[in-house]
């Protein structure tokens, strides 16, 4: 699959079949992960991927109902802000940073024909603590979102129709 019709047929998938991706594949999801551009090339992320079944479990509690796909995904990545690694005149350009990482996570997956959906966490306040306490993280090291992967079980929902109306040319 090229890059363009990757983006233009990504789906949120949230059924998987439980079989697993292979280790070449979470491979390629890794590094798509992290070639994205970040502010400044500060790349002020970091990755935590999970495989076992009861901490997939313990991410799914931590980020509410939503996350129920984790409790059948076969990884779950949750991507996290380093504060430490921040671009220092304007540090919350590490939430754009992170959502990059995010979408190449999903984009990547599809393209190698796996499913994903993206998990909200930042800026839930209490979804931010309970992942914090659950990994016991630094203080530097801030929970962004959680992607659930693996191999699809569903197509996932229709696309909406394109919106001629959102789009402003030359000026709003
Ligand atoms: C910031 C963000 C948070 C999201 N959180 C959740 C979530 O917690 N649970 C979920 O099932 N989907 C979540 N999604 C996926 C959206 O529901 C989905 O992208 C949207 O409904 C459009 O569907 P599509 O991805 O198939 O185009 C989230 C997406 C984004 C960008």
Redesign the pocket.
């Known amino acids: 699959m090229d890059a363009i019709e990757a983006v233009l047929t990504r789906?949120?998938i949230?059924k998987y079949t439980g079989e697993n991706i292979s280790e070449e594949n979470l491979r390629t999801i890794l590094e798509a992960a992290v070639s994205g551009p970040t502010c400044a090339n500060t790349r002020d992320w970091q990755f935590i991927v999970v495989r076992d079944r009861e901490t997939l479990n313990k991410m799914a509690d931590a980020n509410g109902r939503?996350?129920e796909?984790l409790r059948n995904a076969d990884v779950g990545i949750l991507v996290l802000g380093d504060l430490d690694r921040a671009f220092s005149p304007a540090k919350d350009y590490w939430i754009i940073d992170g959502a990059i990482a995010g979408q190449n996570i999903c984009i990547a997956a599809h393209g190698l024909g796996l499913g994903a959906?993206?998990?909200?966490t930042y800026p839930q306040a209490e979804r931010v603590d309970n992942l914090k306490r659950l990994f016991d993280l630094p203080d530097n090291v801030i929970p962004h979102?959680i992607i659930a992967l693996g191999v699809p079980a569903e197509s996932?929902?229709e696309?909406p129709p394109f919106e001629e109306d959102r789009f402003h040319f030359e000026k709003y």
Do not use: D, E, I, M
């Open positions: 789906k949120s949230r939503p996350a796909p959906v993206w998990l909200g979102s996932g929902r696309k």
